[in-house]
């Protein structure tokens, strides 16, 4: 059973810096074809997917958040992290990490998913 566990400040102040963990266990970041994901949602919006690394190491970005964004992993840990710079109010959500299998044909589904974490950026 492969489980996720955000961790990370509740509270990041407007021009700062919004740093996420992703804790994985049951299971490696680096088995083959899975994609390491960070989703958020905004309150009372749909779920707006960030970012996310793959087992290789590769990775990509939305580009309306491509050049605040950056997703970072620590293999000896199992984890991975999300650091958002220059928040403002409208960054605050609820921040999910997520697993992603893609087969070759391109499809993909989500399997696994973080419970949530409740980031609020306010002063």
């Known amino acids: 059973q492969v489980q996720l566990q955000e961790s990370g400040p509740g509270l990041v102040k407007p021009s700062q810096t919004l740093s996420l963990t992703c804790t994985v266990s049951g299971g490696s970041i680096t088995s083959i074809y899975y994609y390491w994901n960070w989703i958020r949602q905004p309150p009372g919006k749909g779920l707006e997917w960030m970012g996310a690394?793959?087992?290789?190491?590769?990775?990509n970005y939305s580009p309306s958040l491509r050049s605040r964004t950056s997703i970072s992993r620590d293999t000896s840990k199992n984890q991975f992290s999300l650091q958002l710079s220059s928040v403002t109010p409208e960054d605050t959500a609820v921040y999910y990490c997520?697993?992603?299998?893609?087969?070759?044909?391109?499809?993909?589904?989500?399997?696994?998913w973080g419970k949530g974490t409740q980031v609020t950026v306010s002063s």
């Open positions: 690394i793959a087992y290789e190491g590769s990775r």
């Open positions: 997520a697993r992603r299998l893609t087969y070759s044909s391109g499809s993909y589904y989500y399997d696994y």
